[in-house]
């Protein structure tokens, strides 16, 4: 398997402008996750989907930031308007539910996205 | 509500030392518990895990057993090298919490030769 998949691997915009973020999960997961991290605030969970539906959004920072989901293979976080506090890391990250004797559960992240609002 | 607290870092050892990074919870029910390792530039990698108490995750060397009693999940290793310089997150599944892991801050570990 090809582990979870992020584009861009850097991205690097000026303040104002619209980046959009995207991740394949890993093929036949439930759960789909998006984090980031500064050395600030350490690894934060913003929004999780599970079986494309959105569960928990509380850690989104403010409307500039949204996540979708269309199909099981594909998300999305887009900001809009962009600006230089939300220069950071951002992952994603996939699980399974429970399944043939395997616990699940376990979160397989991607190599992240280095974003940079000049 | 749920939590983790890690040790604080950094760690510095000498190669060949011992490792212990401390781990402690809070947690309704029977939480699972998880050791993430992140090495410089990429995303957080599973370590090991433990599902129920008494239970012993090990992996590389790495082991963590899951104390109920002292709600505690300690990482340890008998001789450290200095590729296992890295960040370490302890994290917890609630069985109330479908997917989500509640994560603890971190703590970075440099090995010196």
């Known amino acids: 398997d090809a582990g979870v998949i992020q584009s861009p691997r850097h991205e690097v915009t000026e303040m104002g402008q619209e980046v959009t973020l995207r991740c394949k999960p890993i093929s036949g997961h439930d759960y789909l996750f998006w984090y980031r991290q500064t050395m600030m605030r350490g690894l934060e969970l913003l929004i999780y989907f599970n079986n494309n539906v959105p569960i928990d959004d509380s850690g989104m920072p403010e409307d500039r930031f949204s996540a979708k989901m269309p199909n099981a293979s594909f998300s999305t976080l887009k900001i809009q308007p962009s600006e230089p506090r939300d220069s950071a890391v951002y992952f994603c990250?996939?699980?399974?539910?429970?399944?043939?004797?395997?616990?699940?559960?376990?979160?397989?992240f991607g190599p992240g996205t280095r974003l940079t609002v000049t | 509500g749920n939590s983790v607290t890690q040790m604080e870092g950094p760690v510095t050892l000498s190669e060949e030392a011992f490792l212990t990074i401390n781990c402690t919870y809070t947690a309704t029910g029977y939480p699972s518990l998880f050791w993430y390792v992140q090495y410089p530039g990429e995303g957080l990698q599973l370590l090991l895990k433990?599902?129920?108490?008494?239970d012993k995750g090990s992996n590389k060397g790495f082991e963590a057993t899951y104390r109920k009693e002292t709600t505690s999940f300690h990482l340890e290793k008998g001789s450290v090298q200095v590729s296992d310089s890295a960040v370490y997150f302890c994290a917890l599944r609630a069985g109330n919490q479908g997917g989500k892991l509640i994560f603890g801050q971190g703590t970075e570990l440099s090995v010196k030769p």
């Open positions: 990250a996939s699980s399974s539910i429970p399944y043939r004797g395997r616990s699940g559960y376990e979160q397989y």
């Open positions: 433990a599902t129920k108490a008494d």
